[in-house]
């Protein structure tokens, strides 16, 4: 095992040693030192441009994945939207099970507007606000299937305002049945 070190350690002395031999060498024969570190400097021109290339595409490719993730939590929210005013259509009560349901679609909106870039803006372009929880529901379900659409025709370049209007909107209805479903 010491052997081996000490054979790679050997090997690599004698490797920078060479390296530097030649460099002198050339700096001896009348390459001054500018042109040879701009000669190293182009030699490391194709890697670095590999490099540059390999870190776009990791970055596109990072970008497309979040993109996916926005419509994969789009597509749950639309869906737990829907199946909450179904449930509540159904059973005329607001259930223990739709508490739990109705905070991970708080949870996946505030991540769906954090993603488009917007923040916790209390000031919602809808002025009639629905009066009772059927209502509230119905418009929560209608929101929700109207932000799917919306972020499913944008692509991962553009930012869409009325996205962000939307999962403002779901997350003022959120509260607002919450209010309703507290017991007075």
């Known amino acids: 095992m010491f052997s081996r070190i000490l054979f790679l350690v050997i ?4 490797s920078a040693s060479i390296k530097a031999v030649a460099q002198i060498k050339n700096t001896s024969n ?3 030192a500018s042109k040879a570190s701009s000669n190293e400097r182009n030699n490391d021109s194709p890697p670095s441009q590999s490099l540059l290339e390999t870190r776009e595409r990791w970055r596109m490719e990072m970008e497309e994945k979040e993109h996916r993730e926005l419509l ?4 749950k929210a639309a869906h737990l939207s829907d199946e909450l005013s179904k449930s509540f259509g159904q059973n005329n ?4 099970t739709d508490m739990a349901k109705l905070n991970d679609l708080e949870k996946l909106v505030k991540k ?3 993603n ?6 209390k000031d919602t372009t809808d002025d009639e606000k629905p009066t009772t929880l059927l209502d509230a529901f119905a418009k929560l379900s209608e929101t929700g299937a109207a932000l799917n659409e919306e972020l499913k025709k944008c692509t991962r370049h553009e930012i869409s305002a009325d996205s962000i209007d939307k999962s403002n909107e779901m997350l003022d209805l959120i509260e ?6 507290q017991p007075r």
Do not use: E, P, W, Y
Not at 93 to 96: E, H, S, T, Y
Not at 116 to 121: F, P, R, T
């Open 11 to 14: 090997l690599v002395t004698a």
């Open 30 to 32: 009348g390459t001054d």
């Open 72 to 75: 994969d939590r789009s597509d």
């Open 93 to 96: 009560r607001f259930m223990a």
């Open 112 to 114: 769906i507007r954090k």
């Open 116 to 121: 488009l870039g917007g923040n916790d803006d």
């Open 176 to 181: 607002l049945i919450r209010n309703f479903a």
